[in-house]
């Protein structure tokens, strides 16, 4: 199944803004590449339409201030590992907000083949990423969720950090 419609009219339901255009350097996600706080999808080259979400995931779970500023290849800082945690969770949840199987994400060619234990820990429970999403007020563990009467993890309060 072709999940990429289904991905980006989400996220251009969120105020993301999506070009389709040919990428002419290589790409860390081939066919994806985070251009000036949007994304560019090359669909010729695009290999997992997943990789679309976890790019996405990248810009919208951070403040706008930085979301503006991201460009090309995310720099190796402290502020861009935490994105990659909560770029994971974010789009696990996605993907079941869409109801998608979270293997649309978390492929068997990504995350260093990872990506079957994270659904596995996301499955389970596990959120990696949540205390990020909690910071910035986008979800919440069980017990934060019941303090503020929102469903817990997987429900997403905000797709679009606020802060």
């Known amino acids: 199944m ?7 009219d989400f996220l251009l339901s969120l105020g993301l803004r999506i070009d389709f255009a040919p990428l002419e ?29 976890h790019e996405a995931g990248h810009l919208l779970t951070l403040p706008a201030g930085v979301r503006g500023n991201m460009d090309g290849d995310l720099p ?5 590992r935490g994105g990659e945690l909560m770029a994971l969770a974010w789009s696990y949840a996605v993907c079941l907000h869409l109801d998608m199987p979270p293997q649309v994400v ?9 990506g079957a ?22 979800s919440f563990d069980e017990r934060q969720a019941a303090l503020r009467g929102v469903p817990p993890f997987p429900h997403m309060v905000h797709w679009v950090c606020q802060a």
Not at 76 to 80: I, R, S
């Open 2 to 8: 072709n999940y990429l419609p289904r991905i980006t």
């Open 25 to 53: 350097a290589p790409t860390f996600l081939p066919g994806v590449r985070i251009t000036q706080g949007g994304l560019t999808i090359d669909e010729a080259q695009l290999l997992y339409p997943g990789d679309v979400l």
């Open 76 to 80: 190796d800082t402290d502020l861009h």
């Open 106 to 114: 978390f492929h068997e060619h990504g995350y260093k083949s990872g």
């Open 117 to 138: 234990h994270l659904v596995a820990e996301f499955a389970a429970g596990r959120a990696v990423g949540l205390p990020m999403l909690q910071y910035y007020g986008m």
